[in-house]
């Protein structure tokens, strides 16, 4: 009775995240607009401007970095194999295809996650302490509006292009792979990667790279808004966001992928 | 419950049988309240008394659990959100923490308000800040971010802001909590100051006896949840409740020195049987 006590408690938690997650989701799209440029407050798209540096333009060198080593792990591991079947060559297929699809945006995600969904939580968190949430609301001031989104606005436009940074990063560590072994020039390694992936590809990552900045977004500023009491209440919210974003990144990546295979946009050719 | 009552209608806050009950606990229990116009009532209370939540049940950042709270006239806990923006313009707060954005300096700190909320040139709003800074002492620290600045002027650099839009009601969550006498003192002036000049009406949260009686027009008393005395300051000082007394006389609730006294004592008289 316990245990199913326990269990129904759970059940009951992650349902009202989820909820709580979804409405504010829809309160920041409807926000959106008066983030924009021309359209919407000038102010705001500064605000958005700013974030886009914090949380795309700061993170380029961890994500690259992380993206290039990863390219070169793959090419490294999948080398060892393929060298022994006289298929060295394919290696570029293999980092090309995988990182269009896949590990361009999941790679971007973790990053991302790491560094601005905890950031974004503490963020919050801390104005929800020192009562500056209150103080919005107070002035009439839509917390929402003011501080989640241009967050998210500045998420959506700069972790797609994170990605296709990534993305590149990571196929150009198996250029670097191939040039030292098998002294594979720049210009044919790049041909047969524009002879591998598919246009169709990299629209499908951006789409997921777009669901990912959502989820570490939406939860970082969750996790900042549920804040009570102290200071150490901030650090565990940083605990939780990057823990339930990361999670979540993957669980989403496996829905979007498997919808996509079922689709049948996941075949070659 | 209050004794010399002016005109009720010109109450600007005015609360009636506000109950909150939080996690099947009763925070507040049937509270009356009436603030007037251009009076400075102090609520004081001990610490888990309710103030808190009685100054955010005002402030219409929660919701009650049963009563009415109307400000200028208009029924704060039903009404509309475009309604509620418009009773907040009306409304300045200073918080305890002072909640200023730490990210923006004093002065545009002050600005925000005018710069989101009104449509005025940004060379007025500029003047205005510059006013309200002038109005608090603060001019010289306009261009500091608040973590460069020290506790005080923290709040003075809170309440220019609270004043940005030149509001009727100014309410203050313990305005000289965790400052040093001469520094609360001049807030203390300041808060009268604000009554004087622009005619508002304060309402100030607080337990900090000296200063309550300093600036207060009218007191209150919360105790556990429930309002034992609205009162002019005389009639206030003479009030006979003992929690009142206690808390005018800073008299302890029970010492725990003299219970563990007797404890240990009740223990030696056991050993005694025993032997």
Same mark, same amino acid.
């Given at each position: ?41 000038? $102010? $705001? ?38 060298? $022994? ?15 269009? %699809? ?38 009439? #001031? ?13 998420? #959506? ?42 246009? %169709? ?24 808004? %549920?804040? %009570? ?32 295979? #079922? ?7 | ?6 005109? *009720? ?5 005015? =609360? ?27 609520? /004081? ?9 009685? /100054? ?12 009415? =709270? ?9 009404? !509309? ?19 200023? &954005?730490?990210?923006?300096? *004093? ?9 989101? /909320? ?20 603060? *001019? ?30 100014? =309410? &203050? ?5 965790? /400052? ?24 100030? *949260? ?41 808390? =005018?006389?800073?008299?302890?609730? !029970? ?7 007797? &404890? ?12």
């Amino acid at each position: 009775m316990t245990y199913l006590e326990q269990v129904r408690r759970s059940v009951i938690h992650r349902t009202e995240d989820v909820g709580a997650l979804t409405m504010q989701l829809w309160v920041a799209l409807w926000k959106i607009p008066r983030i924009l440029p021309v359209v919407g407050k000038r $102010r $705001r798209w500064l605000a958005a401007v700013e974030q886009m540096l914090a949380i795309g333009v700061s993170a380029l060198p961890m994500a690259g970095l992380m993206s290039l080593c990863i390219g070169f792990v793959l090419a490294l591991q999948s080398g060892a194999e393929l060298r $022994r079947f006289g298929a060295l060559e394919y290696v570029v297929d293999l980092v090309s295809i995988s990182f269009t %699809r896949e590990m361009g945006a999941l790679i971007t995600a973790i990053a991302v996650s790491g560094r601005s969904a905890s950031a974004i939580s503490a963020e919050v968190g801390t104005m929800v302490v020192t009562e500056e949430m209150d103080a919005l609301r107070v002035m009439g #001031l839509d917390p929402v509006e003011f501080t989640l989104a241009p967050k998210y606005l500045g998420s #959506l436009i700069t972790v797609p292009c994170l990605t296709a940074l990534c993305t590149f990063c990571g196929i150009f560590a198996g250029y670097l792979f191939l040039a030292f072994s098998i002294d594979m020039s720049f210009r044919a390694y790049f041909q047969k990667v524009f002879e591998t992936i598919l246009l %169709r590809d990299v629209w499908l990552t951006i789409v997921k790279s777009l669901v990912f900045a959502t989820i570490i977004v939406q939860v970082g500023y969750m996790q900042g808004l %549920r804040v %009570r009491g102290g200071p150490e209440a901030v650090g565990n919210a940083t605990t939780a966001a990057v823990m339930k974003s990361t999670f979540l990144v993957i669980v989403a990546d496996l829905i979007a992928t498997s919808l996509f295979y #079922l689709m049948g946009w996941s075949a070659a050719g | 419950m209050t004794n010399a009552k002016p005109n *009720v209608a010109d109450a600007v806050i005015s =609360i009636r049988g506000l109950s909150v009950s939080l996690a099947a606990k009763s925070v507040l229990d049937c509270v009356d309240l009436d603030v007037y116009r251009g009076e400075i009532l102090v609520l /004081l209370g001990g610490s888990g008394s309710g103030k808190t939540t009685l /100054l955010k049940q005002a402030l219409g950042l929660a919701k009650p659990t049963s009563g009415s =709270i109307r400000i200028n006239g208009v029924e704060i806990t039903s009404c !509309s959100a475009s309604e509620m923006v418009a009773v907040r313009r009306r409304i300045g707060v200073a918080f305890q923490e002072s909640a200023l &954005f730490n990210s923006l300096t *004093v002065e545009e700190n002050v600005a925000l308000p005018l710069q989101e /909320l009104t449509r005025l040139a940004d060379s007025i709003i500029e003047l205005m800040v510059w006013m309200k800074l002038q109005a608090v002492g603060l *001019v010289s620290a306009a261009k500091l971010y608040p973590r460069e600045l020290s506790g005080g002027m923290r709040k003075r650099a809170a309440i220019a802001r609270a004043i940005a839009m030149d509001p009727d009601i100014l =309410i &203050f969550d313990e305005p000289s909590a965790g /400052l040093d006498p001469i520094v609360a003192a001049g807030l203390d002036e300041l808060i009268l100051f604000l009554k004087r000049a622009f005619g508002m009406t304060i309402l100030v *949260v607080t337990h900090e006896l000296e200063s309550a009686f300093h600036i207060a027009d009218r007191l209150a008393m919360l105790y556990q949840g429930r309002l034992i005395a609205v009162d002019a300051k005389e009639q206030f000082l003479a009030n006979k409740h003992p929690r009142i007394r206690q808390f =005018i006389d800073r008299q302890p609730d !029970s010492v725990p020195g003299e219970a563990a006294e007797a &404890f240990i004592a009740a223990l030696a008289e056991e050993g005694k049987h025993e032997n």
